[in-house]
């Protein structure tokens, strides 16, 4: 009898144990997959997409938006000026950033210029202000329901050196699997019509005498340019006098 007990006491003891020691050992499981899963989730949302290449369907590259003399896009004009601007591809709209108000007489390049623009059904909207005494000029941009780059639309309208150059200023970071969806939107420098990238993951760079800074917002993005030619001349200059 007092065996009998005793043994069945153990045997309780040691199913406890088991059952102790698999919930131990889920609870290590669960964990690691959850951490793991963790590490995983970074790894996906960081993943780098670069858009196919396409070809251009443009007959006559006279006719490109970018680098030719389509009188829609304005690019003929804005290329007298030192400056930048942004370019909204899907409406195809450019907005001269004034940086330095070429376009005023100097008279009138005191105090600062504000403007809003619509660049079209569905597209992106911008507001700017302009401080050209000072060289800096501010963009505020809203995307619109339709600000994310169709390429279709910009193979009809860029001649193939144009579109090589816009697909490749259009990587982006997002979830693996999933299909790159990058902004309308670029740089452009007017005097060498080089585009620069205006996609999420910069935050600042410098085109030849101009800063620019990028700022995401809720619903669109910032972009500052300031004029901020290199001091080393100027420094030189002040150690000789
Ligand atoms: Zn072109």
Redesign the pocket.
């Known amino acids: 009898m007092k065996n009998g007990k005793y043994y069945r006491i153990r045997k309780e003891l040691v199913w406890g144990m088991g059952l102790l020691a698999v919930l131990i050992a889920c609870t290590g499981i669960f964990g690691a997959v959850k951490r793991w899963g963790e590490s995983h989730t970074d790894k996906v949302l960081t993943e780098r997409k670069v858009l196919a290449e396409a070809a251009s369907e443009l007959e006559d590259?006279e006719n490109?938006y970018?680098?030719?003399t389509a009188p829609e896009s304005l690019m003929g004009y804005f290329r007298q000026f030192d400056d930048l601007g942004v370019i909204c591809v899907n409406q195809w709209y450019v907005l001269d950033m004034g940086i330095l108000g070429q376009d005023i007489p100097d008279g009138e390049k005191k105090g600062t210029r504000t403007s809003m623009t619509g660049t079209g059904e569905g597209g992106d909207f911008f507001s700017s202000t302009q401080t050209p005494s000072r060289g800096i000029s501010t963009v505020e941009v809203r995307y619109g329901e339709d600000s994310i780059l169709d390429v279709e639309k910009a193979k009809t309208i860029?001649?193939q050196?144009?579109l090589d150059k816009l697909l490749s200023v259009m990587e982006t970071y997002g979830p693996e699997g999933e299909e790159p969806k990058p902004r309308d939107l670029c740089l452009v420098d007017f005097q060498t019509m080089e585009l620069y990238s205006l996609q999420e993951q910069y935050t600042s760079y410098y085109i030849r005498d101009y800063y620019v800074r990028l700022d995401q917002t809720e619903d669109g993005m910032e972009i500052e340019a300031v004029y901020a030619p290199e001091r080393i001349r100027g420094n030189l200059q002040d150690i000789l006098s």
Do not use: D, I, W
């Open positions: 590259p490109c970018l680098c030719g860029l001649c050196k144009c």
